[in-house]
């Protein structure tokens, strides 16, 4: 089955400066992976999701970047806020059907005012 | 606004009672889960059902069971709680398929005594 390893476990960061999570996937079959935020005392929310037919996707202060030949991907927030504080999940799946979603085991943001 | 509520937020049980966990999603969504949220272990999954009446084991079924006779309510049964079944409990939902957005609740901390 799939397998997700997210690093770091956990990551301090100035405010302002900027935060990089990273996730590899073992199934070259998976083609979707979403971000998770999850706030203190409440249940994830997807931030963001990229396809495995698009290399990089914005949102505002956040990226996502794919690399399907390495099979990684990575989350990037810019300009860190404190409300961006929160564990972040990545996760992988296959589309077509239902398949599994598959988590990392969560990144611990805190960003320093 | 979407919405997944778990009706219990925090429980304490003894060991060997029987432990109802309840879900109820508002989206009409046929997909459910029970996900268990430990520190460094992230989420994984536990039961999953695709349809009323349908249900599907995930990676660590043992020591529980579901239920769903509704397509709204999805809940998840401990026969005999354990100790190491002390956790956070999340519930979500999703439509149909797979590359859908999975809507959690706010979860359900259990402890076992």
């Known amino acids: 089955g799939e397998n997700v390893e997210q690093h770091p476990s956990t990551l301090s960061v100035q405010e302002g400066d900027s935060a990089v999570i990273k996730c590899t996937y073992s199934?070259?079959?998976?083609?979707?992976f979403p971000w998770y935020k999850q706030e203190l005392g409440k249940g994830p929310q997807l931030i963001i999701d990229?396809?495995?037919?698009?290399g990089e996707k914005k949102d505002q202060r956040i990226a996502v970047t794919l690399n399907k030949t390495a099979k990684h991907f990575s989350l990037h927030i810019t300009e860190t806020q404190p409300e961006d504080s929160a564990v972040y999940f990545c996760?992988?799946?296959?589309?077509?059907?239902?398949?599994?979603?598959?988590f990392g085991t969560g990144t611990k943001l805190q960003v320093i005012p | 606004d979407v919405k997944v509520t778990q009706s219990s937020r925090y429980l304490v049980k003894r060991t060997g009672e029987k432990v109802f966990l309840e879900c109820v999603q508002d989206m009409d969504h046929e997909n459910m889960f029970w996900y268990r949220q430990d520190p460094g272990l992230g989420l994984r999954l536990i039961y999953f059902?695709?349809?009323?009446?349908?249900?599907e084991k995930g990676d660590i079924p043992e020591g529980y069971s579901v239920s769903r006779e509704k397509k709204e309510r999805f809940s998840l049964i401990l026969e005999s709680a354990s100790t190491n079944q002390t956790s956070m409990y999340l519930c979500a939902s999703s439509q149909q398929g797979s590359g859908n957005t999975i809507y959690f609740g706010e979860g359900s901390w259990l402890t076992v005594v």
């Open positions: 059902s695709y349809d009323v009446k349908m249900k």
């Open positions: 996760a992988a799946s296959m589309t077509g059907g239902y398949q599994k979603v598959t």
């Open positions: 199934d070259s079959a998976s083609n979707y």
């Open positions: 990229i396809r495995s037919n698009v």
